[in-house]
C-alpha cells in the first residue's frame, strides 16, 4: 500500500448524498451503532471528515488527539452546508501523496500515514452505511474503497484479537459468497441484515 493511494472523492461524494437525503426528522432514528442517533452518526462524520483531513497533512491538534469514544458528537444548526465541504475537503487532503507517507496521528494515536488512510475511507464506508441503513437509502460504494476498507478489517496475525472485537466490535458472520458490501459491515461488527423500524 506504501506506494498506492486512494482516490477518496467518489466516497465522499457518496455519504455526501446520503447525509444530504436526511430528513429533519429522520436525525433522531436509531442506527445500527446502540448509543447514536442519526444525527451522533452525521456529527461524528463531520468530526472524523476534519480529523483525518487533519492526520493527512500532518497538522495535529485537538481534531487529531482526541479519542472519538471520549464524546458523544452531534451536529451543529449549520451541519448541511459544512459536511459536504468537510467530506469534498478530506478527499482532496488525501490526494496528495505526501499523506500517505510517514507518520501521522488520528484519534489519539500514532499510526502510518497509509494505515490512516485506510482508516479513514473504512471510516466513511461503515458510517456510510450506518446512515443509509437508518433512514431507507439505496447505499453502493465503489469497489475501491470497498476493498480498502476490508483490507483494513480483514484479520491478519492476530486474529485472536479480532476475533475480540476489531476496530468497532465482534464480528457478524456473514454468508459464504455473500457481496463484499455485506462481508465489510459484518467485519465491522455490525448485522448487515439490520433494518430500522418502521
Not at 502510518?112 to 447505499?139: C, I, K
Amino acid at each position: 500500500m506504501t506506494d498506492t493511494t486512494l482516490d477518496f472523492g467518489p466516497q465522499a461524494r457518496l455519504v455526501a448524498l446520503v447525509a444530504g437525503r436526511v430528513t429533519d426528522e429522520q436525525l433522531a432514528a436509531p442506527t445500527p451503532c446502540p448509543a447514536f442517533a442519526v444525527r451522533n452518526v452525521l456529527g461524528h462524520v463531520l468530526g472524523l471528515a476534519e480529523a483525518f483531513r487533519q492526520a493527512a497533512g500532518k497538522e495535529f491538534g485537538p481534531a487529531t488527539d482526541t479519542d472519538p469514544g471520549s464524546v458523544t458528537p452531534d451536529i451543529t444548526p449549520g451541519w448541511r452546508a459544512e459536511l459536504p465541504k468537510a467530506l469534498d475537503a478530506l478527499a482532496e487532503a488525501w490526494r496528495d501523496p505526501a499523506a500517505w507517507q510517514g507518520m501521522t496521528r488520528a484519534g489519539g494515536l500514532d499510526l502510518p500515514g497509509e494505515v490512516a488512510g485506510l482508516v479513514a475511507m473504512d471510516e466513511l464506508v461503515v458510517h456510510g452505511w450506518d446512515l443509509a441503513r437508518s433512514t431507507g437509502q439505496e447505499y453502493a460504494p465503489d469497489e475501491a474503497s470497498l476493498e480498502a476498507a476490508h483490507a483494513l478489517l480483514t484479520p491478519s496475525g492476530d486474529e485472536g484479537d479480532q476475533a475480540e472485537g476489531g476496530l468497532f466490535g465482534p464480528p457478524v458472520a456473514v454468508p459464504d459468497g455473500a457481496p463484499l458490501l455485506d462481508r465489510v459491515i459484518g467485519l465491522s461488527g455490525r448485522d448487515p441484515r439490520w433494518r430500522a423500524a418502521r
